[in-house]
């Protein structure tokens, strides 16, 4: 795992300079690659590529970046893993000219695919994660390369005036943000869309000009400023073609093929050079994965697991159990909630765009302890969108059945009715409710979830009603000041999941942005920030193929999602291990908020503050905050978003 920087273009005149410009932009991603750094420049071409170094594979300097091919032709900086790459050695004994290799790195091995068949024909062969920059000297271009899934980060933009643009492209913004000509100016429409989503998805970015490579995605550009873009796999497209091509055989056997699809990339997955671990939640997804690993090894995994001490938040007990069944060498850490809040001041510099998923904490904290131990670590994310894991496809799929029986103009009516009374009615209405329902249910702030309901019962269809489920503001322009939000994947590129089943729809619509922008967000900058590599099996394209292909009955029975994986891990697990209410990886946010981060959140949202930055209307966000404090409204979602862009801004102003 690495980290890339670059630009083409620009002024070139002073080579010190230019490499002074690519030192610094590399250095400001130097936990991607702690382990050595490299740059490259073209002055006549214009082009500059530096790379940063976490060596995973061939750790002598046969495997340093840039790294040029046989041909002279190709220059490429990195960032990654290909699992097939033997695979793609053998292939190339024949080539014409034979193949000199200098050592048994990825890159070299992708730079020769290069040289022989083309850069699109090589990325067709390969199985990875990716983010590719390459020059190719003979037709004066460069190519930008992300995997299928998204699992690795890269953006690119034109910055600069007409007489001297320059067009940058890394691993993270922080290190386009050292180049002399990148312009800082936020674009409120994608504050808009980070606001709605607590994310801002691909292609967009926080920053004017610049935007996020799309996964599957090649992108070529020249110093003519024409660039082309085209799509070398697309889940869109595997999804329905999976739909419309799904497996007839017993359930049995489509079980059987996909653990032996499971294992083979496991297998592939589990080769590296340094030592290698898995985080293990005691969950469904990252045992079934630590599960198959241990299958595989001779000796003991290495698994790690991070617990809290606050009821309701804690799942290591349940994750040490299973580590005990499959006998792996489990790592576990009990962390205080000091230790938790600790990390929020790094959470700027670590995601360096606007954040707010929370999870993003212990994300950190977990890898953190992993890195003490291993170089490399496998997940188990994917397995919620692939295998229908999430409770809200069954929520919103209910909702929605049960609502569009009834005409929209009187479902909006009823909506709109609801929340135009002031939210201390609800709140001093359902207080009695708290005294009638189940011990269980007691702190449900039922006012708060009927204003949410309110806001998307009067949904024109399902992905409607859905894009308000997963919105964490409804209408982000109530309170961002300035333009609208940009188009997401709820409004474009979806007519082809037309034909899927209601709740398939949902679990596209989430592989596609949620999963990628931030899923695999969270993680990759979590891990990167400590130097650790982290792998994710179920998103190898292989798998996604395969299970687009499982019909919806053998993933979601009688309510219970991930059936057919359950199946797969009740081999090697027992299910009274497993079987328990879903917990997720989250922290007491609201609890906080009134208690050790109060000072912080204040500062943070003080009406001065606000009214001098002009990006929020500081009325709406004061009211809210009051209410926060008072415990009159549980605003914890939509204030700790705001507080995640307050505390970036602050760092990145």
Not at 194 to 203: I, K, L, N
Not at 481 to 489: L, N, Q, V
Request: charged share 20%; aromatic share 10%.
């Amino acid at each position: 795992m690495c980290g890339l920087v670059g630009f083409l273009g620009g002024d070139f005149s002073n080579k010190k300079l230019s490499t002074n410009i690519l030192q610094e932009m590399s250095d400001k991603i130097i936990s991607r690659g702690p382990d050595s750094s490299g740059i490259w420049i073209d002055e006549t071409s214009k082009i500059g590529l530096a790379h940063r170094r976490l060596a995973v594979l061939d750790l002598s300097p046969a495997g340093h970046q840039p790294m040029i091919s046989s041909s002279k032709r190709y220059t490429m900086v990195y960032n990654g893993e290909i699992y097939n790459s033997l695979e793609i050695k053998n292939e190339l004994i024949n080539a014409e000219p034979a193949i000199t290799w200098s050592g048994h790195s990825d890159t070299e091995i992708l730079l020769a695919g290069f040289d022989t068949w083309g850069i699109k024909e090589t990325i067709y062969r390969i199985t990875g994660m990716f983010a590719i920059s390459v020059w190719d000297n003979e037709l004066k271009q460069l190519t930008l390369i992300r995997d299928r899934l998204g699992e690795k980060p890269l953006y690119y933009g034109w910055q600069g005036s007409e007489s001297n643009k320059a067009f940058l492209f890394g691993s993270e913004l922080k290190s386009l943000k050292k180049h002399p000509q990148f312009s800082n100016e936020i674009d409120r429409g994608s504050l808009s869309l980070y606001m709605r989503y607590c994310y801002v998805p691909a292609p967009h970015s926080i920053y004017k000009g610049i935007k996020k490579l799309e996964p599957g995605t090649i992108l070529t550009v020249s110093l003519n400023n024409k660039y082309t873009q085209e799509r070398y796999w697309d889940a869109r497209k595997v999804v329905k073609n999976g739909f419309e091509c799904q497996f007839e055989q017993p359930i049995g056997e489509v079980t059987k093929n996909l653990e032996v699809e499971l294992k083979n990339t496991i297998s592939q997955q589990m080769m590296a050079d340094v030592p290698l671990g898995a985080f293990l939640s005691g969950g469904i997804d990252s045992s079934a994965v630590v599960a198959l690993m241990q299958s595989q090894s001779s000796n003991p995994i290495k698994t790690f697991t991070i617990g809290f001490k606050e009821a309701g938040y804690n799942e290591a007990e349940y994750a040490k159990l299973v580590a005990e069944h499959l006998g792996t060498e489990h790592t576990e850490l009990y962390v205080s909630s000091q230790d938790a809040l600790d990390v929020i001041p790094k959470l700027p510099n670590l995601y360096c765009e606007p954040f707010a998923d929370s999870s993003q904490i212990p994300t950190y904290l977990v890898a953190a302890l992993a890195r003490e131990h291993v170089t490399v670590s496998l997940s188990g994310d994917g397995g919620d969108e692939l295998f229908c894991g999430y409770n809200r496809y069954l929520f919103a799929n209910k909702l929605w059945n049960g609502l569009k029986i009834t005409p929209a103009s009187l479902r909006g009516f009823v909506g709109r009715s609801v929340q135009s009374f002031p939210d201390a009615f609800w709140a001093k209405g359902f207080k009695f409710l708290n005294k009638i329902t189940p011990e269980k249910f007691n702190g449900v702030r039922w006012g708060d979830k009927l204003q949410k309901g309110a806001g998307v019962v009067g949904s024109k269809d399902l992905i409607s009603l859905y894009q308000g489920v997963v919105s964490n503001w409804q209408n982000p322009s109530s309170v961002v000041i300035g333009e609208g939000e940009h188009k997401s994947i709820f409004s474009t590129d979806i007519e082809i999941l037309s034909s899927l089943d209601d709740v398939e729809k949902m679990m596209a619509i989430d592989m596609i942005s949620y999963l990628p922008d931030d899923i695999l967000v969270k993680v990759d900058r979590a891990a990167m920030g400590v130097s650790l590599e982290t792998r994710v099996p179920f998103l190898d394209h292989h798998i996604i193929e395969f299970t687009s292909k499982i019909p919806l009955s053998m993933k979601l029975n009688n309510g219970v999602g991930k059936a057919i994986l359950r199946d797969i891990l009740y081999k090697y697990v027992p299910r009274e291990l497993i079987e328990r209410p879903k917990m997720g990886f989250g922290i007491p946010v609201s609890d906080w908020l009134k208690g050790p981060l109060k000072d912080w959140a204040e500062e943070l949202l003080s009406e001065s503050r606000l009214e001098s930055q002009g990006f929020f209307y500081p009325a709406i966000v004061r009211k809210m905050w009051s209410e926060h404090i008072l415990g009159n409204r549980n605003w914890q979602s939509q204030l700790w978003v705001i507080l995640m862009f307050q505390a970036w801004l602050e760092d990145n102003a």
